[in-house]
Structure formats: C-alpha cells, structure tokens
C-alpha cells in the first residue's frame, strides 16, 4: 500500500525527517535487499515540533546536507507521514474484486474517518483476499491531502522528489516483517520511541491494526535530567545514550517507562474492545532512539509483564562493509527502523 508514488530505480532511499534526527537509508534491491548506506544528521531543536514542521528551510537544509555527507545523488526517495491526520482502521465490505473496491472503500471510509474525504489521500488492502465468507476485511488507511502536500514541498527545498509516500507504520511495520517473522502470530506491540514522539503499533497476525502517538521521546528524558537533577544538556544525552542503568537515571525511566507503558496498555484495550479475537500481547519490541535509554527496555517489559526485547532493523538484512560510515552499527542500528522500512519499498 502506499498513498502515492510514481516507480523508478533498483535502488531505494528512504528518509526519515525526525525532530532529532534525520536518517538515510539506502537499499539496492538484488536477490536480496543489501543496506549500502545508512546515515544520519541532527536537527536543529524546534525546527519539527512534536511532528510538525516548524522551519521548513531549517528542515531542508538538514536533509540536504546529509544528502552529501552520505554521497546520495539520488533525488527520487521514500517518506512516510504520520500523527493524527493519518487514520488506519480494519473494516468489512462485501466481498468483491478489489479492482472493484475503490469506490465501495471510499463510500466506506466517509463513515469511518474524521475529516472530509475530498480533502484525503486514500488506500487500501484486502485483508483476506482467498477468503469466503460474504463480506472481506480491509485495512483502510487515509492521510489528509495535505500532509503529502507539506513533505513534497519540503523535500524539493531540499532538491528532491517523493517516489512513494508512505505512512510511519507501516514503514516500521515493513522493517519489523522482514526481521522478526516470528512476532506475525498473535498481538505484538512495537514501540518506537523517538526525539518526541513515541509510535506504539499492535500488529494482529502481522496486520498492523492500530497505530497511537504519544508525546514523550528521548527529549522529555533529557528534560527531566535537567530540570531535577541540574545535569547539562550534553551530559543528560551522554547519560541516555549510555549502556548501563545508574541509580541517578533509574527513576526517570521508572516514570516515563509508566507513562509509555500505560499509552500501550490503552491501546490494545482499544483493539481488544474493537477486535474481538485480538487477546492480551504475547511480545513487546522497542525502536528509535528511545530504544537505547539503559533500562527503559526492562522497565517496559516488566511493566507491560510480557517479554521485550530491542528490535534490530539489520537483523535479517544484509549490510555493506562501510554503509554507516565511521558510526557504530549497533549505536545507529535501532534508530534506523523507519529509514530501513521506508528503503525496503522497491520503486519498479
Ligand atoms: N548514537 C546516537 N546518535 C544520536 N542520537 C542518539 C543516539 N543514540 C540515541 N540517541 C537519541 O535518540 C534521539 C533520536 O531518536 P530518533 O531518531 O528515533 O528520533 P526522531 O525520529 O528524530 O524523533 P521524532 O520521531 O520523535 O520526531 C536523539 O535525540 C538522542 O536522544
Ligand atoms: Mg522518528
């Protein structure tokens, strides 16, 4: 599914503009997917705020410098829009060919989303194509035009051009897939935890039913080491990009690990209520940067009370020598979830 695009080359770029950071990442689709580079850049502060885009030349300008550090002279890429103006929702049509399904769909998601549909992008997927029953599942997802509109401007300030546009989850949807084939059976949450925002995604059977953002990232970490314990800026990031929990960090990520861990208990209260065969979440996976705060893992896990672990973008995908430049693989390694799952698309 995506909600745009146009095709093109072997080789994809995908871009991931966060608040934090922007990622690269670039895949040459062979028999098999090979990453051959993956970088990143810092974001000037408020340039994006909480998903919105603030300063779009500062935006711009960030993107294309990474451009040239990473050597990508491509112009065509992959990005993704996200937050509250994009809906995903499973619904039941009467079953027909899903050439035939367009108009039914889109007479459909008038009942099912918020805003007006002429003012939407809209697409869909049968969920259950072999099925026989009378009516067929679909998953539905509809973006406001205008969202589509921001990041294509954005990305030619920046001298580039959108090949598809895609929605955050199911970018890391498509990067969590060809990794942890295993995690499609049953509720499995991930949770990618970024500069500002944190997308929580319950996968069903693989199906990534529903999607929530709260508003806590790595930045309310920082803010609170500054705030109570008096800690610089750069030494609160040290700390939260550390490898070991200490007895000074602990209770910042006991409290904010509650509060993401209630933002996911919600949410599968809410596909649990709207999905009667969706039970209690068998395993728990964390993404973004958010992923390698020492403990917040754990913290989840146990709060959650089911196995965690930190999801691995790489982990079943092949990487050149030298894609990361001279950064560590596993320090970068689980911020690259989207930019992986946004590169994966082929654009023939
Ligand atoms: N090696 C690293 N380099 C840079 N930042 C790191 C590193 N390790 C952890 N971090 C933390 O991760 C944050 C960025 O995470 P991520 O890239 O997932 O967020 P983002 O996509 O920029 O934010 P959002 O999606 O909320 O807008 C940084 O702000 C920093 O706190
Ligand atoms: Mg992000």
Redo the contacts with the bound molecule.
């Keep these: 599914m995506a909600l745009f695009g146009l095709g093109g080359s072997k080789t994809t770029v995908g871009v991931?503009i966060?608040?934090?950071?922007v990622?690269l990442v670039e895949i040459q689709h062979g028999k098999e997917p090979v990453i051959t580079k993956a970088y990143?850049a810092?974001?000037l502060p408020d340039a994006?705020v909480e998903?919105e885009i603030m300063d779009p030349s500062v935006v711009a300008d960030a993107v294309r410098g990474l451009f040239q550090t990473a050597g990508v002279k491509q112009k065509k890429v992959v990005v993704a829009v996200g937050g509250r103006d994009v809906i995903i929702r499973k619904i039941q049509v009467d079953r027909m060919k899903e050439s035939d399904a367009y108009e039914v769909v889109r007479w459909e998601a008038q009942q099912h989303i918020p805003f007006d549909i002429e003012g939407v992008e809209l697409d869909f997927q049968v969920l259950d194509p072999e099925g026989e029953s009378i009516q067929m599942d679909v998953l539905l997802v509809a973006a406001k035009k205008e969202l589509v509109e921001t990041k294509t401007a954005l990305l030619a300030e920046a001298g580039l051009e959108p090949a598809i546009v895609d929605v955050d989850a199911f970018a890391l949807h498509n990067a969590f897939e060809v990794n942890y084939p295993e995690a499609m059976d049953g509720v499995a949450a991930l949770v990618?935890?970024?500069?500002?925002?944190t997308n929580i995604n319950l996968l069903y059977n693989g199906v990534p039913l529903l999607t929530r953002d709260l508003s806590v990232?790595?930045?309310k970490f920082?803010e609170d080491l500054q705030r109570e314990r008096g800690l610089s800026a750069e030494d609160a990031?040290a700390m939260?990009?550390g490898f070991e929990r200490t007895p000074e960090l602990d209770p910042y990520v006991q409290n904010r690990g509650e509060e993401i861990a209630i933002g996911v208990e919600r949410a599968v209260a809410f596909l649990q209520s709207s999905s009667r065969e969706a039970g209690a979440i068998q395993k728990a996976y964390c993404s973004?940067?958010?992923a390698?705060i020492p403990g917040l893992a754990e913290v989840l896990g146990d709060r959650l009370r089911v196995p965690i672990e930190v999801a691995d973008p790489l982990r079943a995908i092949r990487v050149k020598e030298g894609a990361f430049g001279t950064?560590p693989v596993d320090?970068?390694a689980p911020?690259m979830m989207l930019a992986v799952g946004l590169a994966l698309r082929k654009l023939n």
Excluded: C
Aim: proline share 3%.
């Design positions: 991931d966060g608040s934090g950071l990622k990143a810092p974001m994006i998903g990618h935890i970024g500069h500002e925002v990232g790595t930045r920082r990031e939260l990009r973004g940067g958010g390698r950064v320090e970068l911020l």
